[in-house]
């Protein structure tokens, strides 16, 4: 009686909506008690340049979007993960997570995407402002996003630390070049056909995997990427000093943060956001009127 | 200036075929229970009613119609659940419910609207693209609140109301029925809500859904009943807070009950709003605005621009276009998807619309009417227009809650502003001009509590809307919409 042989899954990178493998062809291999259960990309600086590209070309349309479009696509995103709970947990285990931990860390991912969908249509309600200037001008302030944003995702949580690295980054309409957790990356791929499922547009959100030695300083150097969210530990002097050349914004968060409920908060959204502030004129009649 | 314009001729090009929703996929029942504690039960009155199709007079079912006991026995059952254990749930467990609902209604938005456009009249292009699309989104808006109100109202400890009361009307029932459900169940209360006498069927499959998202037991409740009905729950001692959206009048009485009282309440009442248009307004624009301003849901609408005030130095040219632009629109069968005019909510609406459309003739003022032909059976009236108004003429000062528009005119924005803000109510108001700094001069001094500036009748869950002197008081909708369902510290 034969045994039947299982198919084993190729993770490749996420880039403009499409599973392209990295240019350069190079992998690096996972193992679980020295034997090898998955080859994992090594994404080049040539990947990291095209999912900027990619990142930029999707950046407006999806800025564009209305707030409620954006807010009900990330709700789909938590849907499909839910209904995918199973593989999720499962890829995990392979990856040395208990069931319990496993499970815990898909929940949490979950309702944090539907905590941060719900901002969408929010975040200016709570944030924006009527000035009450002291000529006669309409002034108001709102808050847009800012472009595209480069992330080094958290090294020590696959789902959580992933997920608290895109959503509220691009909830406001930003785009991002994820690079995934080097050491638990086989979650972030597979994260990233959950979203190609979820009506998210293609290039909205970018994943690679490889190491941070690699692409963390092409990243920071990167000058159409505007800001840098920083979700992984020892980042290195330079990557701060390379960022200042375009002057990228940069938020920083450790893994104690991601794995508290206070990170569920919208100030994490506004730092990957921009205030406008408009002036108006209001026409002036000089005559009285009786208002009522 | 006017003799130089010629009117214009259709010769008959307005016609087209025509073009019917389907009715097959609904699923009706002859008969709704109440809906109290999580099922449907028969009422102890034993009494029902039919509701009835206003573009034919049929009758589509028979609703139950809850006497004393069962109010109470809905109210009870609100309080238990209240204090059992919504109040109590996690925040962001409350969330995930709504937002079921919420998805379930746009799962079935093709059943809902076309039972909208059966039971209350209104035409399926307006239930399909409006009510239903907008009762979802509501309930989206709010289910993303609730785990957030601490950020709304920072250091006041958000706390909910308790039980909430929720009488509805009939000219938006679902989009009403979740204007009032959402935001009540976002902040932690519980409720009992009662749609209006003849369109009760979209709040009944909305209880539907609501047992199919598996919302723990009583926390809605939806009974059903005229408004003797109401009355009870006005008058009940478990309930917490009063929401109602209805006529002035209606509320006026609402309020001497809980006069007194500790119930908190919003009143979302009536309106006669202006609707201005300035000599350097993109005038086809415009046009199209006044029309969708007063013969949107054949002006069943309580924040409707019923009283017109054009510039004087455009009043012909306006007028005419207006008059053919109204002569444009389709009345007739509102499950038509090219039908504009649908069929009025009821025989006594009717009634009350022609009472003023006779009372404007006989004070003087000059009618103009679609020239269309009125289906024999079930309630219609035609997009009607007066001029020839004053200030003092019943028209311009009443209600009416109808396709009937009253235009005055104007010289100066002073002008302007003074008789758009003579009249005892202050819902709404709409403004047409280019120049945006004349918009926020009147949208400073007008005094209504939503300003539609270039548009009319727009809403979004976002944006809250309510009232200033006797249109009501209260906001609902957008983050001030949260406030009438807390208790702030």
Known sequence: MSERIKVLKTYKIFIDGKFPRTESGRYYQL??????????????????????????????PWAEKTAYNRSQILYRIAEMLESRKTQFIDELTIQGFSKKDASKELDQSIDRIIYFAGWADKINQVFGAVNPVASSHYNFTLFEPMGVIGVLSSDESPLLGLVSSIIPVIVSGNSCVVIASEKYPLSSISFAEVISNSDVPSGVINILTGTKKELASPISSHMDINALGLFSQKIDKQIFINATENLKRISSFNDIQIYSDDFDSPYIIKKFMESKTTWHPVEVDFTKTNNY | MSSTIQPLEFNGNWELSPSLESTDHLSLKNQYGLFINGNFVKPLSKKFFPTINPSNESTIAMIAEAEEKDVNLAVKSARVAYDGHWSKMPNKERAKYIYRIARMIQEKSKE???????????PIRESRDIDIPLAAAHFFYYAGWADKLKYAFPIANPKPVGVAGQIIPWNFPLMMAAWKIAPALATGNTLVLKPAESTSLTALKLAEIIQEAD???GVVNIITGPGTTGNLMVNHRKIDKIAFTGSTAVGKSIMKNIAGSNKKSTMELGGKAANIVFEDAPLDQAVEGVINGIYFNQGHVCCAGSRLFIQESIY??????????????????????????????SHNQLRSINKYIDI???????????????????????????TNVSQSHAIAREEIFGPVLAV?????????????NNTPYGLSAGVWTDKGSKVFNLTSKLNAGVVWANTYNKFDPTSPFGGYKESGHGREGGLHGLEAYLNLS
Not at chain 1, 31 to 55: G, T
Not at chain 2, 408 to 420: G, H, L, S
């Open chain 2, 316 to 345: 012909d040219l306006f007028i005419r276009k207006l008059k053919d632009r109204m002569q444009s629109l389709i009345l007739g069968n509102p499950l038509d998807k090219n039908t504009d005019i649908g069929a009025i909510n």
């Open chain 2, 112 to 122: 809902l609207s076309v039972i909208e456009t059966l039971d209350g009249g209104k």
């Open chain 2, 215 to 217: 919302l723990p037991p």
């Open chain 1, 31 to 60: 193992k679980s008690k020295d034997i090898p259960y998955a080859n994992v990309c090594l994404s080049s600086k040539k990947d990291l340049r095209n999912a900027v590209v990619a990142a930029r070309k999707a950046f407006l």
């Open chain 2, 408 to 420: 005055q005119t104007f010289r100066t924005t002073n002008e302007v502003i003074n008789k758009a």
């Open chain 2, 360 to 386: 404007g003739k006989k004070e003087g003022a000059e009618i103009f009417q679609l020239n269309c032909e009125i289906p024999s059976k079930g309630y219609w009236c035609a997009p009607t227009l007066f």
